[in-house]
């Protein structure tokens, strides 16, 4: 059982599109994080967003952890071919021993 | 300074052998963690260390999969049996101990094909 959902799975857009990647759950979270993976090397960390209702901004990145704690996005405006990569949400509960949970991630390349 | 580094890079074995894959964690991280990433899937924890003890290994699939840390510095993952379906990418990850959310740092993970 998947118990992060992202979607799309894949996505294939043009340089200067905007895009947004969602990351779904049954489950509250006490805290979720972004990850941007490329091919060959360990996921990298992006953000770590904790209270519910919570937009963080990085550059060009926005990130929302929803009301509930049971949902992110990830929204990017005027993307570059340098975000192509693999997007990875991971989820965790509680303190002490973290255990993040990870979705599948979302695949995407930015054609110039 | 240094970032995770695990070896080998690659490791291609016979269904059946014994196979072993190291992680060197940044510098005085005490937390470290295994995870095992299949082609089209997001890392699924395995094991995860506070110093030299394994603090949980609920994610280890079977016992032919076992962990060491023996001096909370580099630790070993070891496989039994390999069997094809233990092919994946392994990933370690360190962090600092103390606050539950604060950033894992990974390595490049190695490649483990079993034939």
Known sequence: TQLLEQSPQFLSIQEGENLTVYCNS????????????EPGEGPVLLVTVVTGGEVKKLKRLTFQFGDARKDSSLHI????TGDTGLYLCAG?????SYIPTFGRGTSLIVHP | GAGVSQTPSNKVTEKGKYVELRCDP??????LYWYRQSLGQGPEFLIYFQGTGAADD???P???FFAVRPEGSVSTLKIQ???????AVYLCASKL???SYNEQFFGPGTRLTVL
């Open chain 2, 58 to 60: 609920s994610g280890l």
């Open chain 2, 62 to 64: 079977n016992d032919r």
């Open chain 1, 92 to 96: 965790g509960r509680g303190r002490g």
């Open chain 2, 97 to 99: 101990a103390g606050h």
């Open chain 2, 81 to 87: 049996r390999t069997e094809r379906g233990d092919s």
């Open chain 2, 26 to 31: 940044i510098s005085g991280h005490t937390a």
């Open chain 1, 77 to 80: 405006t005027a993307a570059q």
């Open chain 1, 26 to 37: 049954s489950s509250v979270f006490s805290s979720l994080q972004w990850y941007r993976q």
